[in-house]
Each structure stands twice: as structure tokens, then as C-alpha cells.
Nanobody
Framework: QVQLVESGGGVVQPGGSLRLSCAVS???????MGWFRRAPDKEREFVAH?????????YADSVKGRFTISRNDAGSTTVYLQMNRLEPEDTGVYYC??????????????????WGQGTQVTVSS
């Protein structure tokens, strides 16, 4: 099993920044790490992914240039999502996910086997 614990959510004004963290523990199944979000009354959507071995990344068009995904293996494994120039449309619950390398698109939730409990991000003035 892989355990994922998100943190770093909160309330921020438009234009502000937040950094989300996802602490990863358990057996290795983290070849691909992703961030998804679910806005109120909307379906869960892909935000960003990072491939563990070569740090290849991709982003949803709505966050490209504003969000950055990264990972840190020093000691324990943590995946970050740096969010800058936040907009009200970024409001939602953000989830960290982990999965194996497969033929399923990393933008699909089906590519991920393990999920965190989520952390709330609210962008409001």
C-alpha cells in the first residue's frame, strides 16, 4: 500500500500563492505522481503530473505557467505543487495521486492507484 497525505491548503486572495505538499510513504508505486482537483459542483480534473524517474511534467492548460509540480527525495518522498497567481477558478479540493507507468494517459484519474484525502484551496477576496 502507498499512503499519500496532502497539506498546505488554505484561503488566499486572488493573485496570491500557495504551495501544496504530498507526503508519500509505503511500498513504491509512485512511478507517476499527479495532482487533481474538484471544484464545487464540477467533476474531478487533472492539474499536473510528474514522472518519477526523469521528472517529466505536464500541466492542464488552465494552470500552465502559474503552477509548478516538483518532487523531493531527500529523506522522505514529497511531491509539491507550487501555485502562483491564483484565481477564484482555482478553488477546490486538491488531491495527490500515485500510480504505475502504463499506457493510460497521465491526465486520466484511471492512471492512478492511490489517492490522498485532499486539501481545500479557496481563492477569494
Amino acid at each position: 500500500q502507498v499512503q499519500l497525505v496532502e497539506s498546505g491548503g488554505g484561503v488566499v486572495q486572488p493573485g496570491g500563492s500557495l504551495r501544496l505538499s504530498c507526503a508519500v510513504s509505503g511500498r513504491s508505486f509512485r512511478h507517476v505522481m499527479g495532482w487533481f482537483r474538484r471544484a464545487p459542483d464540477k467533476e474531478r480534473e487533472f492539474v499536473a503530473h510528474i514522472r518519477y524517474n526523469n521528472e517529466t511534467t505536464s500541466y492542464a492548460d488552465s494552470v500552465k505557467g502559474r503552477f509548478t509540480i516538483s518532487r523531493n527525495d531527500a529523506g522522505s518522498t514529497t511531491v509539491y505543487l507550487q501555485m502562483n497567481r491564483l484565481e477564484p477558478e482555482d478553488t477546490g479540493v486538491y488531491y495527490c495521486a500515485s500510480g504505475p507507468i502504463s499506457t493510460i494517459s497521465v491526465r486520466s484519474a484511471r492512471a492512478y492507484s492511490f489517492w490522498g484525502q485532499g486539501t481545500q484551496v479557496t481563492v477569494s477576496s
